[in-house]
């Protein structure tokens, strides 16, 4: 992760717009913080984008902290709402929803709209994207930078292999028997590799929905740790490195698996699509994207950041804030984003600008995470949700370096969030 960063994007970026004079013009200030989970210079394409912001409403002058990952960003928000210093919007991650509403940190964005426009604004983005943004008949949260899990591979590992470049594993045996055919007996190259430190939970979430199976209810107070899918879904994992040797035993490390692809050490990973500009810019080699495989159907968790306003604003500051979230959502600064980032668009609307068409006619592989919508799932979010999830993130853990089988581990993390969530139902 990149180091503790403040920016505050004020004169500098807007007098070449604007002229030196703005931020005397401001009338309403704001502090956004916003987080960076995979690495790169994405906050120089933040800053960017909320310069163009000011530069439109010299009314609004707005403060952009990069405040670390996602954890981070939620911990240094909410202690500026208890420091005195609140900040009046922030980029958290979309499974933060229930914990907000539960210390009474935000405020509905039904609260705010008052327009019929706005309304359907509030409409206006993938389905499945807002099932981690709307909770009670309300919306919380509005996605900015979602992702899907997809697989890149390496082309020309496959080419050396004997396999075809063009087709990549669709299905989970697909998945072995390739592996198997792509990893090097002298150990300097992997089959596959899925990342098991930093948010193993999402990428379980992705093994589970192709089994069939979801980790949660729509209420966010029941898991499904234990189910007979899940356990079978952990196996599998833990038997990719344990009896088929196509991927390390043991953890994987989240924050070094693109230098590790993009170095030759494994031929395929599994990885956000928030990583897809990072890898078209750098690898040095032929590469693909593609949908995660099967068993018995595709399936993904969604992933990534929502917007959300912080109940202790003025009205005043609640109109900017939102304003700033449509500006940072809307169609041309979403394909932007998805340009800069390889995030997806969040809107269809977002796929119909000129720029995401072209980029798309280009670069076919920054449709993937779209098209993937189509077999994706919420991401695990319940009440006690960083309680929940490090249970589940222990399980995992404990079951692919062996300290426990799958069955064992998964029995004791629902046993665990049961306890944790039957007050909430």
Same mark, same amino acid.
């Given at each position: 992760?990149?180091?503790?960063?403040?920016?505050?994007?004020?004169?500098?970026?807007?007098?070449?717009?604007?002229?030196?004079?703005?931020?005397?013009?401001?009338?309403?200030?704001?502090?956004?913080?916003? &987080?960076? !989970?995979?690495?790169?210079? @994405?906050? %120089?394409?933040?800053?960017?984008?909320?310069? $163009?912001?000011?530069?439109?409403?010299?009314?609004?002058?707005?403060?952009?902290?990069?405040?670390?990952?996602?954890?981070?960003?939620?911990?240094?928000?909410l202690a500026a709402l208890q420091s005195g210093e609140p900040a009046q919007l922030s980029v958290m991650f979309?499974?933060?929803?229930?914990?907000?509403?539960?210390?009474?940190?935000?405020?509905?964005?039904?609260?705010?709209?008052?327009?019929?426009?706005?309304?359907?604004?509030?409409?206006?983005?993938?389905?499945?994207?807002?099932?981690n943004g709307r909770t009670g008949?309300?919306?919380?949260?509005?996605?900015?930078?979602?992702?899907?899990?997809?697989m890149y591979y390496n082309k020309d590992a496959f080419r050396e292999a004997g396999l075809d470049p063009?087709? &990549?594993? !669709?299905?989970?045996?697909? @998945?072995? %028997?390739?592996?198997?055919?792509?990893?090097? $007996?002298?150990?300097?190259?992997?089959?596959?590799?899925?990342?098991?430190?930093?948010?193993?939970?999402?990428?379980?979430?992705?093994?589970?929905?192709?089994?069939?199976?979801v980790l949660m209810n729509g209420a966010g107070d029941t898991t499904y740790f234990d189910a007979p899918a899940t356990v079978e879904a952990l196996e599998f994992w833990r038997a990719l490195g344990a009896t088929h040797k196509v991927?390390?035993?043991?953890?994987?490390?989240?924050?070094?698996?693109?230098?590790?692809?993009?170095?030759?050490?494994?031929?395929?990973m599994w990885h956000s699509t928030g990583n897809l500009t990072a890898v078209k810019n750098n690898a040095t080699f032929d590469f693909g994207v593609a949908m995660l495989p099967a068993n018995k159907r595709r399936g993904t968790p969604t992933?990534?950041?929502?917007?959300?306003?912080?109940?202790?604003?003025?009205?005043?500051?609640?109109?900017a804030a939102m304003k700033l979230v449509k500006f940072m959502t809307g169609p041309e600064q979403s394909a932007r984003w998805s340009i800069k980032t390889g995030y997806m668009g969040v809107s269809p609307a977002a796929y119909?600008?000129?720029?995401?068409?072209?980029?798309?006619?280009?670069?076919?592989?920054?449709?993937?995470?779209?098209?993937?919508?189509?077999?994706?799932?919420?991401?695990?979010s319940t009440y006690q949700t960083g309680r929940v999830r490090k249970l589940l993130d222990d399980a995992i853990q404990a079951a692919l370096t062996g300290a426990k089988s799958p069955a064992e581990a998964l029995g004791e993390a629902q046993s665990q969030a049961d306890r944790l969530l039957r007050p909430y139902r």
């Open positions: 992760m990149l180091t503790k960063l403040k920016r505050s994007v004020t004169g500098l970026a807007v007098a070449a717009c604007m002229g030196a004079g703005m931020a005397a013009q401001a009338d309403t200030e704001l502090t956004m913080y916003y &987080p960076v !989970a995979v690495g790169g210079p @994405l906050t %120089e394409v933040v800053d960017g984008m909320v310069a $163009d912001f000011m530069a439109e409403n010299p009314d609004i002058k707005v403060n952009a902290i990069y405040a670390g990952n996602y954890n981070d960003a939620r911990i240094k928000a979309s499974i933060d929803i229930y914990e907000l509403i539960e210390q009474d940190a935000i405020v509905p964005f039904d609260d705010i709209v008052s327009t019929d426009e706005e309304k359907t604004w509030l409409d206006s983005f993938y389905p499945t994207l807002m099932e008949g309300k919306t919380w949260g509005i996605p900015f930078q979602r992702s899907t899990i997809v063009d087709s &990549p594993p !669709a299905t989970w045996d697909e @998945l072995a %028997e390739a592996g198997k055919k792509l990893t090097k $007996d002298d150990g300097s190259q992997w089959g596959v590799m899925i990342p098991s430190t930093g948010y193993p939970y999402w990428m379980f979430g992705a093994l589970t929905m192709q089994n069939d199976q991927m390390p035993e043991g953890t994987i490390e989240w924050g070094t698996l693109r230098q590790n692809f993009l170095e030759g050490r494994t031929a395929m992933g990534g950041g929502n917007f959300y306003i912080f109940k202790q604003t003025s009205p005043e500051e609640r109109v119909e600008t000129e720029a995401l068409q072209e980029y798309v006619k280009e670069f076919p592989y920054a449709a993937v995470a779209r098209d993937q919508l189509e077999f994706a799932t919420a991401e695990l």
